[in-house]
Structure formats: structure tokens, C-alpha cells
């Protein structure tokens, strides 16, 4: 009958819609919604099975959260109510979520089908790196078989399940026919080639298609940038989904005649060059940390120098115009060539600049001081008393008006503590926080010359060319540049990337070329900056060594590397 041979025909299609969504971390009712809304996504697609990231319905990462009995019950309700809207026909629907079974806590991916949780499997790598700690909140999972879903062996895994051999090749040995993925797996630069690299190396052990699907959004410093992704039996890219886009994308996977099992070409958005990318991330990181925080706005201090041009440019281009608030600040050693530089980057960035100079407070701080001074000469104190004091001003806009203050500093500047507590540190959030300077240099003539997708404010430059031109200072004194207190920010950036990001010893750093000097004398600055950088609010993370969740040392910590 032709009825029966459509019917054996569907069952030698598998398809699925990637459904990349933003979890809110503790929103259970809200995560639920977003499920449901991919859901109809993938109804309207054509789908036979909706795959939503890790632990999709609690947010990722949770931490400590998980520990709370409320959240679980929460959990199992808004499973059930899942579980019963599968019973309309539609898609199955792939959730992850935490799994509590014999006293022990796992992180898990549920299968709901036909109106039941028909499968769980729970994660059995746990991650202890970097930024992860989830041997902190989650216990081990023995390696898993696969579940049968709409006819299909698959084999699912939690994201690090993916990183290692042995969940897959117990898949595959299992009888599994394609592999599945569910991801809370954080941007970072160049991560993409690290996932795909693991994803092609499970494809060629395994001989099984696999599909990858992660979290998009802002969660605290982590961003996640969805590029789910589709690999062929043999690691050929068959389907790959936006970067930073939340949405659903279709995959097909078939059998074929001969009995093996294929990923089919499907949608293959490009990937996003380096510099749009880290912009990227920077936005979308600002954009949910002052929305799922319930901020109206930001407001920024404007210097008339680039760090705070390019913060200005990403807070307006994650919120508008109308949400972003900026303030100049000026002191007796303010050039005309900073205001008027502050006053332009408002205008192309069309938000509302008021400008307080700080003089007042300035000199009023000096006659309250004098009397303890007494006649010691101005040093560093007066200049972190000039900057503190923009931070009063800050946060007592922030006290009356609700915006959120945005910091403006770079990693370079907080690598070495060229920064000041209670000053420019001041603040709630900063998009610069893991960017380097030179990278300061380069996003700013990027964002110049194109505006990203999804970008809320101008089309054309957000900055004038003076400002990523002339010389950086901070304009606490006199003819102040950055170059008096610190080597060029080429040399600088380089030492930094070999002492934070790459570990080497001083040695090694010498013997690529820089001075010994030189390298001793930041790594010593690095060392005793840790107290300041305990301090600093939270940004978004960019590279690989991330101050904060990434890089965890003492305060307290008299280890030197003389090597």
C-alpha cells in the first residue's frame, strides 16, 4: 500500500531542529516558555525532534543554585508540563536539566515524547577546568547506551562527554547510529576550531554523523555563541547555525539503501571573522547581563579616549542610544583635544553627554587633606583621588537614575594594576575586561568601518580617527602618557600574552626577544595587581585566561618565577 511505503520512507528520515535558545540561569517558568516556543519552531520546520543546549531549562552554568530543593521541584513541575504538551504529535523535545536519583545529583538531557520522559541520560565527563567546577555541584554518570527516539538509536552526551573517547566509542559499540550532542559550551577566541576538532575526532573514531547543539547568551562573564553544527560520517561540515543568533535550524539524518547512516547538507551560515566575533560577544555579554538583571541602562564615564569610545560604541550598540547615558568629567588637566573628542564619540553614537567637571571636588578634597598631609608633595595620591571621585560621581548617577555603571578598563591595564580601586574600577559590569589593548585598537578601526549584524547604533563610525590615533593617557597630570609608567603596549600586550595566557617561564619570553628587565618587571606588577583584579566587576570573557573564573591566584602569594 502506498500509505505503508511513505511510512517506511519517513522512517529512513530523521529531522531535527537545532534549537539554539537564551536561558535566563534560575528561570525555570521563563527557560520553559523558550522550550515550547522552539518547540512550535521545529513543528513549523518539519521537525521529528527538537534538541535544546544543556541544561536548557535551568540555565547554564548554575553553580551552587542546583543545591536549592526549590529549584528542583520547580524542575520536575515544568518537566511534567513538557512532557505533556509532547503528547499533541508534534516533535519530540530534547531538554537538559539536573536529574536527582539515589541521593546523588546529576547533569542530565531528558527525552520527551508521546507526552512522557522516555529517556535520561546523565553526564558522565565532568569538567574541572578553566571555567568549570561542576564536580562542585554534580556527581558522575557511568557511560551510557542510546536511546531509541522516534525509531532512531541515538546516541546523546552532554557537551564534555563530547571532549573525551570513551562516552562515544560506548555509544557507537552500543549500536548507536548517529551521535548527539546538547551544549553549554562558552565563547571563547578560536573555540571553534577546539569543538570542531574534538566533534571531526568522535566522527572518525566512531564512523557516526554527529550533531552539535549549544546555548546562545550572556550568562555573568561567560557568553555563549550557539554555532551549532552538523558533521557527515566521514567530518564533513554538513549544516552550520548562526553564531549569536537565537533560532532553530533544520538537520536531516538518513539511512540509506546501503544501511549507513548520513548527516544531508543543509544550511551553512558563515562564520564570523575574529574581530566581529569578540564584538560580538561583547555585546550580546553587556546586552543580557543589564537585561536579565533588570538594568533601564548604563552610564559610562567619557574620557576622549578609546577605551571608553569603544565601550560607549558596544553599550550602544547591545541597548540603543536611548538606554546608554554618558559622562565627561573633566579636571585641570583635561586637553581641549579630550572634550572635544568625548563630545564627538556622543554625537555619532547619538547619546546624551553631560559633562561635570571635577575641580571643585578636587580642591575640596585637598583642603580637607591638608591638615594630615601636611607638607608632603602631590604623588599618585592626587591623581587616585581625581579618579575616585569620577567614581562618586558615577554611582551617585547611578544611585538616582537606576542606569548601571559600565567600567571602561582593559586587560592590560588591569593586568598590571594601572588602575584605580573605588576610581575607574568602579562600576558594575565591563566589556573590556579580557581584551588587550592592541585588540582596544583593532575593534575600534573594525567597528569604524562596519557595523555587526544584530548592532542597535550607528552604521557609520562610532568614533573620530584622532582618538584611535593619538597617544593613550590617563590625564591625571601634567603631560601624562601611559608610556611613563608602562612599556609600549606592544611590548606589553606580548609579555602579558606569554605570562597569562601561555604560562612561559621569563627565559623563554627572553629568549623571543624581550628584555629580562623588562619581563621581571611585569610579571612582578602582575603579581601584586591580584588584590585589585579580586576587586573588579565582572566582564565578559574573550580569551582562553579570563581574570576571575579562568585564572584563580592568591592574593597572599610570594612565588616568584626567576626562571
Not at 519517513?10 to 527557560?31: C, H, K, S, W
Not at 533588570?294 to 576622549?304: I, K, N, Q, T, Y
Request: aromatic content about 6%.
Amino acid at each position: 500500500m502506498l500509505s505503508d511505503r511513505i511510512r517506511t520512507d519517513m522512517t529512513q528520515l530523521l529531522t531535527l531542529a537545532l534549537a539554539q535558545i537564551n536561558p535566563v540561569v534560575g528561570d525555570v517558568e521563563g527557560n520553559a516558555r523558550q522550550l515550547l516556543e522552539a518547540r512550535q519552531q521545529a513543528a513549523e520546520q518539519g521537525a521529528d525532534l527538537c534538541v535544546t543546549g544543556e541544561l536548557s531549562l535551568i540555565g547554564y552554568p548554575p553553580e551552587d543554585l542546583v543545591r536549592k530543593p526549590a529549584l528542583m521541584r520547580a524542575v520536575a513541575s515544568a518537566l511534567d508540563m513538557l512532557a505533556a504538551a509532547t503528547a499533541d504529535g508534534g516533535p519530540a523535545l530534547i531538554v537538559g536539566a539536573p536529574h536527582a536519583e539515589g541521593g546523588k545529583l546529576y547533569n542530565a538531557a531528558y527525552v520527551l515524547d508521546g507526552g512522557h520522559v522516555t529517556g535520561v541520560v546523565r553526564k558522565h565527563a565532568l569538567p574541572n577546568y578553566g571555567v568549570f567546577d561542576e564536580l562542585r555541584v554534580f556527581d558522575l554518570a557511568p557511560p551510557a547506551g542510546p536511546v531509541v527516539i522516534r525509531g532512531w538509536r541515538v546516541g546523546l552526551m552532554v557537551c564534555e562527554d563530547m571532549w573525551r573517547p570513551d562516552s562515544a566509542e560506548c555509544l557507537a559499540e552500543s549500536g548507536a547510529e548517529f551521535l548527539l550532542v546538547i551544549n553549554g559550551s562558552p565563547y571563547e577566541v578560536d573555540k571553534r576550531d577546539q569543538r570542531l576538532a574534538h566533534a571531526v575526532a568522535r566522527v572518525h573514531e566512531t564512523g557516526l554523523p554527529l550533531a552539535y547543539v549549544n546555548l546562545v547568551g550572556g550568562q555573568d562573564e561567560l557568553v555563549f555563541d550557539g554555532a551549532s553544527f552538523v558533521l557527515d560520517r566521514d567530518g564533513a561540515l554538513k549544516v552550520q547555525a548562526p553564531a549569536w543568533i537565537s533560532g532553530t535550524t533544520p538537520a536531516h539524518i538518513r539511512r540509506t539503501e546501503a544501511g549507513e547512516v548520513v548527516a544531508e547538507a543543509g544550511p551553512l551560515s558563515p562564520e564570523p571573522e575574529v574581530l566581529e566575533a569578540v564584538y560580538s560577544a561583547m555585546m550580546l555579554g553587556l546586552a543580557d547581563y543589564v537585561n536579565k538583571n533588570g538594568f533601564p541602562g548604563v552610564v559610562l564615564g567619557l574620557s576622549g579616549g578609546i577605551d571608553s569610545a569603544l565601550s560607549l560604541a558596544v553599550a550602544v550598540d547591545a541597548l540603543g542610544a536611548d538606554r546608554v547615558r554618558a559622562v565627561m568629567m573633566p579636571s585641570r588637566y583635561t586637553s581641549r583635544d579630550s572634550l572635544d573628542d568625548a563630545a564627538l564619540c556622543a554625537e555619532l553614537c547619538g547619546v546624551r553627554l553631560d559633562e561635570i567637571p571635577i575641580e571643585p571636588a578636587v580642591q575640596a578634597f585637598s583642603t580637607m587633606l591638608a591638615p594630615v598631609f601636611g607638607n608632603r608633595g602631590p604623588d599618585v595620591t592626587e591623581e587616585n583621588i581625581q579618579s575616585r571621585i569620577r567614581g562618586v560621581i558615577l554611582m551617585a548617577m547611578s544611585n538616582k537614575f537606576g542606569d548601571m555603571v559600565l567600567t571602561t578598563g582593559n586587560k592590560s591595564e588591569m593586568s598590571v594594576g594601572y588602575a584605580t580601586l573605588y576610581g575607574d574600577m568602579c562600576g558594575g559590569y565591563s566589556v573590556l575586561k579580557d581584551v588587550y589593548k592592541m585588540t582596544v585598537f583593532e575593534l575600534s578601526r573594525w567597528r569604524n568601518a562596519q557595523k555587526p549584524e544584530g548592532a542597535l547604533g550607528p552604521d557609520g563610525p562610532v568614533m573620530p580617527e584622532r582618538v584611535i590615533a593619538k597617544p593613550p593617557s590617563a590625564e591625571l597630570r601634567e603631560d601624562q602618557k601611559d608610556e611613563d609608567s608602562l612599556p609600549p603596549y606592544e611590548r606589553l600586550d606580548a609579555i602579558l600574552e606569554g605570562l597569562v595566557e601561555k604560562e612561559l617561564p621569563h627565559r623563554v619570553l627572553v629568549e623571543q626577544g624581550q628584555d629580562r628587565d623588562e619581563v621581571d618587571r611585569i610579571a612582578r606588577l602582575l603579581y601584586v595587581a591580584e588584590y585589585k583584579r579580586r576587586q573588579s566587576p565582572p566582564g565578559v570573557k574573550i580569551t582562553g585566561r579570563a581574570f576571575g573564573r579562568d585564572r584563580r591566584y592568591p592574593i597572599t602569594n610570594r612565588f616568584r618565577d626567576r626562571a
